[in-house]
């Protein structure tokens, strides 16, 4: 397992950006597959993006398509999560998430290290 630091929330006016980070370390992580996750209050933690961290192979929920971007920086061992246009319904904390592995799905039991959580909140 790694281990997991977020960085970045804040306050920010709806249709501002935010670039969030997640600092890796631990053990050699190159075939992990790492995502973001987000939980408002009184709901489950939802699924927001994928990346696998070799190839940098994406996948993003529907409701943040074209807005938010994951990416990682090998060099720097940084996960990122760009996020564009926010809207007051993307206001929750937001989690970075990791597990080793070839394939990796889009709940969050499919992954076993977890940061512990930046928050995001975006007003009208």
């Known amino acids: 397992q790694v281990q997991l630091v977020e960085s970045g929330g804040g306050l920010v006016q709806a249709g501002d950006s935010l670039r969030l980070s997640c600092a890796v370390s631990g053990r050699t992580f190159s075939r992990y597959v790492m995502a973001w996750f987000r939980q408002a209050p009184g709901k489950e933690r939802e699924f927001v993006a994928r990346i696998s961290w070799g190839v940098s192979s994406t996948y993003y929920t529907d409701s943040v398509k074209g807005r938010f971007t994951i990416s990682r920086d090998i060099a720097k061992n940084t996960l990122y999560l760009q996020m564009n246009n926010l809207k007051p319904e993307d206001t929750a904390v937001y989690y970075c998430?990791?597990?080793?592995?070839?394939?990796?799905?889009?709940?969050?039991?499919?992954?076993?290290?977890w940061g512990q959580g930046t928050q995001v909140t975006v007003s009208s």
């Open positions: 998430a990791a597990r080793e592995g070839v394939w990796v799905g889009v709940r969050a039991t499919d992954f076993d290290s």
